[in-house]
């Protein structure tokens, strides 16, 4: 009951922020667990990265990005490929795990005690979700796009 509340109050605050900026082309990032295909579900506007970008993969390009476990050099290839493939457009926020260009970045950030939980309930390698992380606080930073964290409970 209470993952639900957090999910619902997570959901409404994103809502808001996506309504304010829904003439803009609005990236939503996080690392893996931090919820963005619950969001994704509920939001019936929003894109999945992965469901744009993988389509328009090869075999070999598939095989190599979701190669574990998770490098840098690995999402530096998903980065590069989803930059050059995948475009956000105007009132479509797309979620992802990478920074495409686009006028304002929503940024699913989630605590390590958390984010730990969430991974063992995944089954997911921690280690994989904390550099990728990393990872995507740098591509932030780098981007000079303006950004805003929305802090995952």
Not at 12 to 22: A, F, S, T
Not at 36 to 49: F, Q, T
Request: glycine letters at 4%.
């Amino acid at each position: 009951m209470e993952q639900n509340k957090a999910e619902s109050e997570i959901r409404r605050k994103l809502e808001k922020i996506l309504e304010k900026h829904r003439h803009e082309r609005v990236c939503v990032v996080g690392t893996t667990c931090t919820g963005k295909s619950y969001l994704v579900k509920h939001i019936h506007y929003a894109l999945d990265m992965d469901e744009l970008i993988f389509p328009k993969l090869t075999r070999n390009e598939e095989d190599y990005v979701m190669r574990k476990p998770w490098t840098e050099e690995i999402g530096k290839t998903m980065t590069r490929l989803v930059r050059e493939r995948v475009k956000i457009e105007p009132g479509k926020p797309v979620f992802g795990t990478v920074v495409i260009p686009s006028d304002y970045i929503i940024y699913l950030k989630i605590s390590d005690s958390l984010l730990e939980e969430r991974t063992k309930r995944r089954n997911k390698k921690y280690s994989d979700a904390k550099n990728m992380q990393t990872q995507l606080e740098k591509e932030i930073n780098l981007s000079r796009i303006p950004y805003e964290e929305l802090n995952i409970t």
